[in-house]
């Protein structure tokens, strides 16, 4: 990776978005849609923005929490938003919030939100460093604050509990 490729990026070069909609196959015995189907767009979305900012591979090594709000039902089109909140030398954490759209009412609803880590790695599959996140908006400041917040009580719980990451 090349000096240039470390230019600060702000959140908004890397968001990114997936949408799909929701057929029969993919609903359990409720009519409800499968969560391994959501998490399953939930890391492609995060993964485009993880990629996006660190300019090359990235890979999924955490999800910090996944919150199932309402269930999904088929027939509704979801739409899974990505969006780097916090980066650190190698690592890139991503908020994805999920609305399914019923197409029919045009009703919206926020079913679903989720954090994922993503380290950034090298031809050799070894941990790389990425460019700097370039905060712009108070949201932005906000996002980041947490996420760095986040990250602390991560690490103090895994030295508190003996455990290597």
Same mark, same amino acid.
């Given at each position: 990776m090349t000096k240039t490729d470390?230019?600060?990026?702000?959140?908004?070069?890397?968001?990114?978005?997936?949408? @799909?909609?929701?057929?029969?196959?993919?609903?359990?015995?409720? #009519?409800?849609? *499968?969560? #391994?189907? !959501?998490?399953?767009?939930?890391?492609?979305?995060?993964?485009?923005?993880? /990629?996006?900012?660190?300019? #090359?591979?990235?890979?999924t090594v955490s999800i910090d929490?996944?919150? *199932? =709000?309402?269930? !999904? *039902?088929?027939?509704?089109l979801v739409t899974c938003r990505?969006?780097?909140?916090?980066?650190?030398?190698?690592?890139?954490?991503?908020?994805?919030?999920?609305?399914?759209?019923? /197409?029919?009412? #045009?009703? =919206?609803?926020?079913?679903?939100?989720?954090?994922?880590? *993503?380290?950034? !790695?090298?031809?050799?599959?070894?941990?790389?460093?990425?460019?700097?996140? =370039?905060?712009?908006?108070? @949201?932005?400041?906000?996002?980041?604050?947490?996420?760095?917040?986040?990250?602390?009580?991560?690490?103090?719980?895994?030295?508190?509990?003996? @455990?290597?990451?």
């Amino acid at each position: 990776m090349t000096k240039t490729d470390l230019r600060p990026r702000t959140p908004e070069e890397s968001e990114a978005t997936v949408s @799909e909609l929701m057929m029969p196959h993919q609903v359990n015995n409720l #009519g409800h849609v *499968f969560g #391994g189907e !959501i998490l399953s767009m939930v890391d492609r979305a995060a993964a485009v923005a993880a /990629l996006r900012h660190a300019r #090359g591979p990235a890979v999924t090594v955490s999800i910090d929490r996944v919150d *199932f =709000k309402e269930p !999904i *039902f088929a027939g509704e089109l979801v739409t899974c938003r990505a969006r780097v909140n916090y980066v650190g030398r190698t690592s890139i954490e991503v908020s994805v919030d999920v609305v399914a759209e019923n /197409l029919m009412s #045009g009703v =919206k609803r926020d079913t679903n939100s989720c954090l994922l880590t *993503f380290v950034a !790695i090298d031809q050799n599959h070894r941990p790389t460093p990425v460019a700097p996140l =370039k905060l712009e908006t108070p @949201e932005d400041q906000r996002r980041h604050r947490e996420a760095q917040r986040r990250r602390e009580v991560r690490e103090q719980l895994d030295r508190e509990l003996g @455990e290597q990451p």
